[in-house]
């Protein structure tokens, strides 16, 4: 079978199911792994597929619409009380086409989270996309139970099922890890070493985050005294806590950092801003800024440079999936889908003071 032939079949079965997996195409095209993952890369490659562990997705925006529009029954959607889940609920939408969606909001209340699900439930939805209040280390001892018990299938949206090990439900999420990765990168490209990182946040997207964060740390080999200020230096709340900018910078100061990593409350760059402004620590000559997030990075003065998680796509990759799993229930392993940020550079990025570094400042 040539090449060609091969990976047409291998798109028309992801158009059929939604996704392939590769020990199945192995058995079914006859051929070895490695050709199998040759033909995956190059439709990739092409923007036909979504690389996921063990195989691929068909992307959202390329599902036939005649395909979209079979679908004509309700999923339920609970998601946080959160500016950032606005674009995944767009996603949701552009997904659905013919169905009904039944949006319920949480205040990050975990038992409340349950009550609206047996809400939705008694109301007949056929599915469930859900960002869970748990932790990526730990959730309640009942959880697991309670989503395992449910009678319709589920799909995580930018959240996994807590604890490690293998899942026993599909998710969708940001690879968040990878775009923390790619800011310090960039930073480090820059000369960078000494960092502090900005994160109050205590969803599971920030332990992402912050994973991501020390993770790099290691593998670039960044200073030491590195650090992370979160709630417990500056406060959970959901606006910033007075004199919180000036933790931030008197931290900066002390251990002599050159550059801030700062995930979430995009806002409080401004008054970040004006307060190393006032101390004479110029962005970016004196301080290199990048942000988690990208709502309001570019109307910054100067405008910041920021990973962005592609949120819609989130919303639309989980939905197709969970369309598919209603469809046709799998006995398979559950789907793990990753969709990685991008990394906006803007003019807040320079080389390290002293350091000529290894790439030039965003334009």
């Known amino acids: 079978m040539l090449a060609a032939e091969r990976r047409a079949r291998i798109l028309d079965r992801a158009q059929q199911d939604g996704a392939v997996r590769i020990a199945s195409l192995v058995d079914d095209i006859g051929v070895s792994h490695v050709t199998i993952r040759r033909d995956l890369d190059a439709l990739v490659a092409e923007h036909l597929l979504e690389k996921v562990r063990g195989g691929a997705v068909l992307r959202s925006d390329h599902i036939p ?8 029954g309700t999923i339920g959607v609970v998601v946080p009380t959160s500016y950032y889940y606005r674009y995944v609920v767009e996603g949701i939408d552009d997904a659905l086409v013919a169905g009904e969606m039944k949006l319920v909001i949480s205040e990050y209340d975990l038992d409340e989270e349950y009550r609206l699900i047996d809400e939705l439930v008694r109301e007949g939805v056929d599915g469930l996309l ?10 309640p001892a009942e959880f697991r139970e309670r989503v395992e018990r449910l009678q319709i ?7 996994e099922m807590p604890g490690g090990g293998l899942g026993s439900v599909s ?15 960039h930073l480090h490209d820059l000369g960078h070493r000494r960092l502090v990182m900005v994160s109050r946040g205590r969803s599971q997207s920030s332990e992402f985050v912050r994973r991501g964060w020390r993770d790099a740390v290691d593998r670039l080999g960044l200073d ?5 200020l979160g709630p417990g230096e500056l406060g959970a709340g959901p606006r910033w806590e007075r004199g919180s900018a000036d933790v931030v910078l008197d931290t900066v100061e002390r251990i002599g950092a050159t550059a801030l990593f700062c995930h979430g409350d995009e806002n409080s760059l401004f ?42 796509r989130v919303g639309a990759l989980a939905t197709r999936l969970l369309v ?17 940020p991008r990394l906006i550079l803007r003019s807040s990025t320079a080389n390290a003071p002293g350091s000529d570094g290894g790439a030039q400042s965003a334009p």
Do not use: M, N
Request: hydrophobic share 40%; net charge negative; aromatic share 4%.
């Open 130 to 139: 859900w960002v869970p209040t748990v932790s990526e280390r730990e959730a």
């Open 65 to 72: 619409l005649s395909t979209r529009e079979t679908f004509t």
């Open 153 to 159: 299938p589920v799909v995580f949206v930018e959240r």
């Open 224 to 228: 030491e005294q590195s650090t992370i």
């Open 324 to 340: 598919d799993l209603i469809r046709e229930p799998s006995a398979e392993p559950p789907l793990q889908i990753q969709v990685e």
């Open 271 to 312: 008054g970040l801003l004006q307060s190393a402004r006032a101390r004479g620590l110029s962005v970016p000559d004196r301080l290199s800024i990048v942000a988690y997030d990208d709502d309001v990075s570019a109307r910054a003065d100067p405008p910041i440079s920021a990973v962005a998680p592609d949120r819609r």
């Open 171 to 185: 998710s969708v999420r940001s690879a968040h890890e990878r775009g923390a990765h790619s800011a310090l990168s």
